[in-house]
DNA sequence: AATGAATGAGGCTTCATTCAT
DNA sequence: GATGAATGAAGCCTCATTCAT
């Protein structure tokens, strides 16, 4: 029994050091485009040594996985804390979402880095198939709960898709300060929500 | 006015390798992540010396840049061929859209480059500028002839955000193969289109 | 007495994990080449920890060089059995070697390593010092045997230089299958044995 | 015909600076294990950049074989115009090659380095190979002049791989100073050549 | 205008060894 | 005695850009 005690103590001292790690990075990137952050600035950032951070990642690559898949997980977390009774609205849902991308640009910066080219194991990607298919659920829910019951899956990789796309489209509008792209981009996010409410009710 | 032929002259064969030197960059870029793709290898591809490449562009961005453009103005040039007498229905305009896309993943990479935090200098911003209000142009009138009159110019920023935001989100969809994603596209292109369609009957 | 006992049990056990550890070495070397071995290898190989590998080795150095001084023991031992009664011939001697360093590449790996900048503590070079002797005698003896009994120490120096002269040279011969090293070799062996016997004879 | 003048000067140009940096390479080798020395170092040394090192070679591996080449090449040569009239016999050959050895340290690292398992390209392989058997045909000359002419090819190299034995086995003997060691090798190559000798009158 | 050799900062990663538990 | 996480120096190599010819 302290044998089990002794090991769960370390693993908790071991996933508080990763996450120790894990945070510092976020830091550095909310502050600069994740790609130029080197690994000597995430150790000193972190206040570990350069061979520490390959204690705990393979690589940069799974670190900056590891950001990414922490940030959907925390995207499907607050969506299902959004609505305590029952399912976000579309609007509402867009909305939030586009807020958090506003919020964390790392977060679309990494999804264009590994969706048009970024390297990942064939583990890493299972493990991003199966996060995303939770954030997918949340999307189907609420898209179901707005009356789009047939095609809700195709519908909510849609959905999904749109909303990334303003982000892509619009995060860098040239000659727009940070909140004008937050005004803008949550005006699109607001007609996206419209658009597919209006569908909804047309069919 | 001799003079002046020979100025022209020398102008067309200026303008001449420098569409050689575009070309050879597109050619590498349809078979590898543009951002892998050196100096060396456009100039060799090009059957010019490094120096040369410098002699049309500033630097490497500048070359990235006036193919990102050169994409653009061909997509609004096929557009307006696409319906000789009336513009492109929705649906059309998108699997138009997609299908490009598709065909030149380079183009939505260099987007995301370039609007995740690829460095342009003013110049070449205004240039973006222009050419992509022309694009609008069109998305607008394709959006105006569906019904959708109301907020034209912002719906179809939402539109063109949501077929840009379907190739980032699903040009990677692990374990498929390139067809799979053509038709995985394809269709969430029809949904787009289905929906931004139904919302303007609903209006 | 029980004390002593129990001295001794541990000094078994102690040595006993350290052959644990040697011949762990021994199986990675005798796949790859031991200069690309890792200690973190040897020991998640033996099943115990990097810090055991050191409360028995000073350092890496030490370890690689057991290894060899056991390949040296393990020679001479079998030259002492292999003829009970007379001393091998010298072309018995001479094959024996080159097969034994056929089925252990590592050990003339190690022999150039140490020979050619290998760092050795004094302590180390005594006793690879005095190992080297108890082999030199073996072939000292099978050269007297063979008639050469004049400079004998000298020539067993001059033989022993050739036999490994011949891994070195021809242990990768461009191109060959380890087949045909070890039938290259051996035949090499035969020359140099047979050149030795003749000078034997002729002087 | 000014156009050919002007590559020749380039191709001598650029042989020129090779060659500087093949020498610098050289002359930090003699003082230091070539396995520890630095592109940086030889890029100072050489008074050139990183970068240019690597314009002349396409890494480590290749200049470190070039400088092996260039080693066995230059033996060769000095073979050639050791007896202008006639070969050298047995005893200067071994003799001479031996005194190589002693002078160029390097040579039997790189050696050892190659034939233990450095990697080459197969294109280096078969630079390796034909560089050798010139080399190897000396050796073939001198051995039929001393009247081995049955199996003289097999039989330069056991000699051969005799004298580079001579080097690996001895030129760290533990406590020897270089002019000890240089002394006994000497005479070990006398005695190897003395029973190649005997060895062809006896046959 | 065309050439292409030279530049050199800076990136990622490895791995023997230490030492607190 | 056993453990294994932490350390951090040091290595190789890339590649956009310049500039003398």
């Known amino acids: 029994m302290a044998k089990i005690r002794l090991?769960?103590?370390?693993?908790?001292?071991?996933d508080s050091r990763?996450?120790?790690?894990?945070?510092?990075?976020?830091?550095?990137?909310s502050v600069r485009d994740f790609r130029s952050v080197t690994v000597r600035e995430i150790a000193r950032h972190a206040g570990v040594?350069?061979?520490?951070?390959?204690?705990?990642?393979?690589?940069?690559?799974?670190?900056f996985l590891d950001v990414f898949l922490n940030n959907i997980e925390e995207i499907t977390h607050m969506l299902d804390n959004m609505g305590k009774d029952k399912p976000p609205s579309?609007?509402?849902?867009?909305?939030?979402?586009?807020?958090?991308?506003?919020?964390?640009?790392?977060?679309?910066?990494?999804?264009s880095h590994f969706m048009l080219g970024g390297e990942m194991s064939p583990d890493a990607t299972q493990k991003?198939?199966?996060?995303?298919?939770?954030?997918?659920?949340?999307?189907?829910?609420?898209?179901?709960s707005?009356?789009?019951?047939?095609?809700?899956?195709?519908?909510?990789?849609a959905l999904f898709s749109a909303l990334n796309g303003i982000m892509i489209s619009y995060a860098r509008y040239p000659g727009k300060s940070d909140?004008?792209?937050?005004?803008h981009t949550l005006l699109l996010a607001k007609i996206i929500a419209g658009v597919f409410n209006d569908s909804a009710c047309a069919s």
Chains 1, 2, 3, 4 share one sequence.
């Open 128 to 144: 991003l198939d199966d996060i995303m298919k939770a954030l997918m659920n949340r999307m189907e829910t609420a898209l179901y």
């Open 49 to 63: 040594s350069i061979g520490t951070i390959y204690n705990y990642y393979l690589n940069l690559t799974e670190l």
């Open 90 to 111: 579309l609007e509402q849902l867009c909305k939030f979402y586009i807020t958090y991308l506003n919020d964390n640009m790392t977060f679309y910066q990494m999804m």
């Open 18 to 29: 990763r996450k120790i790690i894990l945070d510092s990075a976020l830091d550095l990137f």
């Open 146 to 157: 707005a009356g789009i019951q047939n095609n809700s899956r195709l519908t909510s990789h």
């Open 7 to 14: 090991e769960d103590l370390k693993q908790i001292e071991r």
């Open 179 to 183: 909140d004008d792209i937050r005004r």
